[in-house]
């Protein structure tokens, strides 16, 4: 494909998909993709830090609206998508059920900034053959899997089949937004919605690339940001084979003047992995009927960080049937009628962390919530948590959860904090802390403050109690070492 040389800026790093050779008309009703696709093209990596060549030009979207018809295929290294700005640019996806605007399966040190994706006026209702996913990015086993992504001049093959699996797709990292919007209306039909055959819209769905920043983002679909070790929607690629096994995630984190807004579903979903930092207002705005969870985590995740704000949905937090150890979850909630912040259900475990949610209006008596509860499940544990409570409450009902290690802090008097903490199930050293004293439940206390500072455990006996400031988490005396409250030497 001939590619004229007067698109590129003198340095050769910018190209305008408007520009001749390519010829995006960005009005709103002619298909660009093709256009689009001939500019990703020309601006493909030729070569490898430190050789010599192309290492990913940046393609330019002048203001307009550019409908697509098929996924954009940036599944490569170093694609770098740049608009005029979310309400100037304007990628709109006529991709159809499942499919995602910009595809960027198998890409890695790439960037998307200064753009809007969505499905069609917002004016009219959802037209037909609305995309249902906003961006796509994935680790792969396989490209090529149809030539329509390498050159827009060859016809399309028959897809390969998939090669086989590795143990562990290669992996990705550093796949990056910035000042980029996804609105996606509801895609839900009438059922419950599920992660397969009724899974609603998805503004970014992230499967196992790591070292990801979406820096002001503003996110609304049924489900906005989905974090995941495995294909938990069962999504696909034209473009390339996903794995089907568990790959490793970690370290993303949603910064700046970000939102979270759900149509239908969850805020965000979490399904395996480790290390999320969100800074992010967290709303529902669908029917109320369908609001569930602002972050539903229904795998195994290690260290999950929220600081902002949450409003509509009906619980802050839910674990479910998994594994969170390490949740710091810090912010302003609008309670509504029956909230709770925190829930566990199923075999669920929340260990370590701390839960200082404030209501965000004081006065209003529809904040006498309830900051965690548990609801039924053989296999649930509480412990090693440092819970504040503002107008809210504790309530553990289920008989087989175990409540264990955990600092509570209250203004109110410590007569009032009882009253407000209820734990049916094992109940074992927990700290309560009211206004006028502390209260522990069969231990002495042996003080608090860091770990440096704690007297030798067989000076204060069996029993007692030290509260660490530098792990932020009691500890245990068993006469002679400290211990964690799980029984881990300290």
Not at 169 to 175: D, H, K, R, T
Request: charged share 20%.
């Amino acid at each position: 494909m001939a590619v004229h040389a007067d698109v590129f800026d003198e340095g050769g790093a910018v190209i305008n998909v408007k520009a001749e050779g390519f010829g995006a008309r960005g009005n709103g009703v002619d298909d660009d993709w093709e256009p689009i696709q001939r500019a990703l093209l020309a601006a493909r990596k030729a070569s490898d830090y430190p050789r010599e060549g192309t290492q990913g030009a940046i393609v330019f979207f002048p203001p307009g609206i550019y409908l697509v018809s098929r996924p954009i295929n940036c599944t490569v290294r170093q694609s770098n998508l740049v608009g005029s700005g979310p309400y100037q640019t304007v990628i709109r996806g006529r991709t159809g059920a499942g499919r995602a605007v910009i595809d960027m399966s198998g890409a890695s040190y790439s960037t998307v900034r200064d753009l809007m994706i969505d499905d069609g006026d917002p004016a009219a209702p959802r037209p037909a053959g609305a995309s249902e996913v906003g961006i796509l990015c994935s680790r792969v086993i396989g490209l090529e899997r149809s030539r329509e992504m390498a050159d827009a001049d060859e016809p399309a093959e028959a897809a390969a089949a998939p090669p086989a699996e590795p143990a562990h797709a290669p992996s990705l990292a550093q796949v990056n937004l910035h000042n980029v919007n996804v609105r996606l209306r509801s895609s839900l039909g009438g059922a419950r919605p599920d992660d397969r055959t009724n899974r609603g819209s998805v503004g970014v769905y992230n499967f196992g690339v790591e070292e990801v920043n979406y820096h002001n983002v503003h996110l609304r679909a049924d489900t906005p940001l989905v974090i995941c070790a495995t294909n938990v929607f069962g999504l696909d690629s034209p473009y390339a084979f996903l794995p089907q096994r568990q790959q490793s995630m970690s370290v993303v984190n949603v910064t700046g003047q970000s939102s979270l807004v759900s149509q239908g579903r969850n805020a965000l979903r979490l399904h395996g992995g480790a290390h999320a930092n969100v800074d992010a207002f967290l709303a529902f705005e669908g029917p109320p009927a369908r609001a569930q969870h602002a972050i539903l985590c229904t795998a195994s995740w290690r260290d999950l960080r929220w600081n902002g704000s949450m409003e509509g949905f009906p619980t802050l937090l839910r674990v479910e049937n998994a594994y969170l150890v390490g949740a710091d979850l810090q912010g302003y909630a609008l309670y509504t009628s029956g909230t709770e912040m925190v829930s566990l259900a199923g075999n669920a475990h929340l260990m370590g962390g701390t839960l200082r949610i404030t209501p965000a209006e004081a006065t209003d008596p529809r904040t006498d919530g309830v900051l965690l509860r548990t609801h039924g499940g053989a296999d649930q544990y509480v412990q090693n948590l440092l819970l504040y409570l503002y107008e809210n409450r504790i309530d553990s009902p289920n008989p087989q959860a175990r409540f264990r290690g955990n600092v509570v802090m209250s203004l109110r008097s410590l007569a009032e904090l009882r009253a407000r903490v209820r734990v049916v199930g094992e109940n074992a050293g927990n700290l309560l802390m009211g206004h006028d004293m502390a209260s522990a439940y069969g231990v002495a206390l042996a003080g608090a403050g860091p770990d440096a500072g704690r007297p030798p455990a067989a000076s204060v006996g069996a029993g007692a109690m030290y509260y660490s400031t530098s792990r932020r988490m009691p500890l245990w005396s068993d006469g002679s070492a400290w211990r964690t409250a799980s029984g881990e030497s300290a």
